[in-house]
């Protein structure tokens, strides 16, 4: 009796990767980097803390498609960054990989050339060298962690991370969590509720054991030591907000009752915004009039910008991209994005002192 086919039957090709050791001997860390991503994380930690008054901002392209405008945006950023850095720490929003509900294009690492080719060893190159001038350049990189795999090739380069609405309550994640270097945000569901986001809280402060990759790229068994600067951040859902002082009271009391940080953060984008970048600014102006009226529990913001305002189609022909403008949400302008950032610091500069804890 034949045997018939039953393994990979709806697989087309395998195609073996650079290992995360080897890209990183290609592409190493310099002194300066290093140096860079040891003290974002360490910055955001005292933060979550309460050791440092300041907000961290996670500002930057909804997506990165373009590494030049994307190292525009940081040169303009890290001139930004000292206007403000009594107030505000800022950290770049570097965003490889995509979610998608359907289908559509899945972010830089996946498909670099936006042409459906899938140069994904292409990619993971051109996200680490890129990782790596803005760490050069002094600046700390966020993004978030989507492929459980890619953390391997790029989070010695990260010093915060988010785990987005729709992968919040994803096991694999909330295990993959539990072992990055970094703070890490969890977002709240994409109907705006805040379980997911709790329960991913009180999971990844345990240590796990999982299949994930080591250096060489094997498969291996990892375990974790649990991760402890974990945080919900408030997006908004269900096609309501969720950053105004009832929701974020009624967050703090969540959080308080099942026994986890009531550190919480703020999207200023998606529902929070209604999904109209221009709305963002307001957010903004609405979380500065919350901390002066006496909030201690914001300690973070995220807003989606780029050196254009607004968002483009991918066009067939690519020649046709507008440079500086997302190809995925919509972002608020430089223009923009500067004054709103300005005004948020000059406003919350004298009373975030009184936030620190003893």
């Not at 901002?57 to 000292?82: F, N, Q, W």
């Not at 190159?125 to 890129?130: C, E, F, G, P, Q």
């Not at 190809?327 to 610091?345: F, H, K, M, P, S």
């Amino acid at each position: 009796m034949s045997h018939q086919q039953l393994d990979d039957l709806n697989i087309e090709s395998q195609d073996v990767l650079i290992t995360p050791r080897a890209l990183k001997e290609k592409l190493p860390l310099s002194d300066q980097a290093a140096d860079t991503v040891y003290r974002g994380r360490q910055q955001i930690r005292d933060i979550l803390d309460r050791k440092d008054p300041r907000l961290f901002v996670v500002i930057g392209p909804c997506s990165i498609h373009d590494p030049k405008a994307a190292m525009e945006y940081a040169e303009r950023l890290k001139t930004l960054a000292a206007k403000v850095d009594d107030a505000l720490f800022l950290v770049l929003r570097v965003y490889f990989e995509k979610p998608r509900t359907t289908v559509g294009w899945k972010g830089l690492i996946n498909d670099p050339y936006m042409n459906d080719s899938f140069k994904v060893e292409d990619g993971l190159n051109i996200a680490r060298k890129l990782l790596l001038d803005v760490a050069d350049l002094g600046l700390a990189a966020a993004t978030e962690a989507l492929d459980p795999t890619t953390p391997q090739y790029i989070q010695d380069l990260i010093s915060w991370s988010a785990i987005g609405a729709r992968t919040t309550e994803s096991q694999t994640h909330r295990e993959m969590s539990s072992g990055l270097s970094g703070p890490v945000g969890f977002k709240n569901g994409t109907d705006g509720s805040l379980d997911v986001a709790v329960n991913a809280m009180l999971s990844v402060r345990h240590p796990h054991r999982f299949l994930g990759i080591d250096p060489d790229g094997r498969v291996a068994l990892t375990t974790t030591k649990g991760n402890q600067y974990a945080h919900v951040v408030l997006r908004g859902g269900g096609g309501k907000p969720n950053y105004d002082s009832v929701s974020v009271a009624l967050a703090e009391s969540a959080l308080e009752k099942a026994g986890v940080s009531t550190n919480i953060m703020v999207d200023c984008s998606h529902a929070n915004s209604n999904k109209d970048p221009g709305l963002q600014p307001l957010v903004m102006e609405n979380i500065g009039n919350q901390i002066l009226e006496g909030n201690t529990s914001i300690v973070g913001l995220m807003v989606e910008s780029h050196l254009k305002e607004g968002n483009q189609k991918i066009p067939a022909n690519l020649d046709e991209l507008e440079y500086g403008v997302s190809v995925t949400d919509g972002c608020i302008g430089w223009d923009t994005t500067e004054q709103a950032i300005v005004n948020l610091a000059d406003k919350v500069r004298d009373t975030l002192p009184r936030r620190v804890r003893d």
